[in-house]
């Protein structure tokens, strides 16, 4: 296992266009967290998993993202009729259940998404 | 809501000086804070988790430090060097490990 796993690296679509995106997670996280990135910001929460369950949803999250992770091992983020402003790093992170290891996360190396 | 604010935003040094990058908090009553380091258009990478029970961690030439009363916690780099050139963030998990919240980071230059 080398880590969190995101495909594809890059994508550029044109607006109006569905995306998705895939996350593989550290084999013995069950936890799975999807965060969003702009430029000369921090990462931004979008939601997370325990297992197969989806916990928590932000604001940021609109009716347009819809995330699953089926079976409580990869996940999918996808985006539906694409904005300009959707524009991002979507980064993906998991890490144990609290009582684990102390709550440290691990972060994949991200998807950059351009919107045209 | 906590914040988490960094300072300085962007910090340009010469080679071999030692430097010090700041993070605050609002609410104190985080359970960790982890240190991440970024290179322009990569992920995360995590440097430093300190517990909320302890002062500090260090690896390398690495050191955080942790000060939950004063809502503090600094990263220490010793004998900077230019592959040290990246945007170091850090993060505090609110309540139940549920999610993060990130300070704007602090963009470092090292230059030879």
């Known amino acids: 296992d080398t880590g969190v796993s995101q495909n594809p690296r890059h994508k550029i679509t044109k607006r109006g266009q569905n995306v998705t995106f895939r996350c593989d997670p550290i084999s013995e996280h069950n936890r799975l967290y999807w965060y969003r990135q702009t430029l000369g910001q921090g990462p931004e929460f979008l939601t997370y998993f325990q297992n197969e369950a989806q916990l928590e949803k932000s604001r940021l999250l609109s009716d347009r993202f819809s995330a699953e992770r089926p079976k409580g091992s990869f996940s999918t983020l996808e985006i539906q009729r694409t904005e300009q402003g959707d524009s991002a790093m979507y980064l993906c992170?998991?890490?144990?259940?609290?009582?684990?290891?102390?709550?440290?996360?691990?972060f994949g190396s991200g998807t950059r998404l351009t919107v045209v | 809501k906590q914040e988490v604010t960094q300072i300085p935003a962007a910090l340009s040094v010469p080679e071999g000086e030692n430097l010090v990058l700041n993070c605050s908090f609002t609410?104190?009553?985080?359970?960790?804070l982890q240190w991440f380091r970024q290179d322009p258009g990569k992920g995360l990478t995590s440097l430093l988790l300190i517990q909320s029970s302890q002062r500090e961690q260090t690896s390398g030439r690495l050191n955080a430090s942790l000060d939950k009363s004063s809502g503090r916690s600094t990263l220490y780099i010793a004998a900077s060097q230019p592959g040290d050139s990246a945007t170091y963030l850090c993060a505090v998990p609110h309540s139940g490990y549920s999610t993060l919240t990130f300070g704007k980071g602090t963009m470092l230059l090292v230059s030879p």
């Open positions: 609410d104190s009553a985080i359970y960790n």
């Open positions: 992170a998991s890490s144990a259940a609290p009582g684990g290891p102390m709550g440290g996360y691990t």
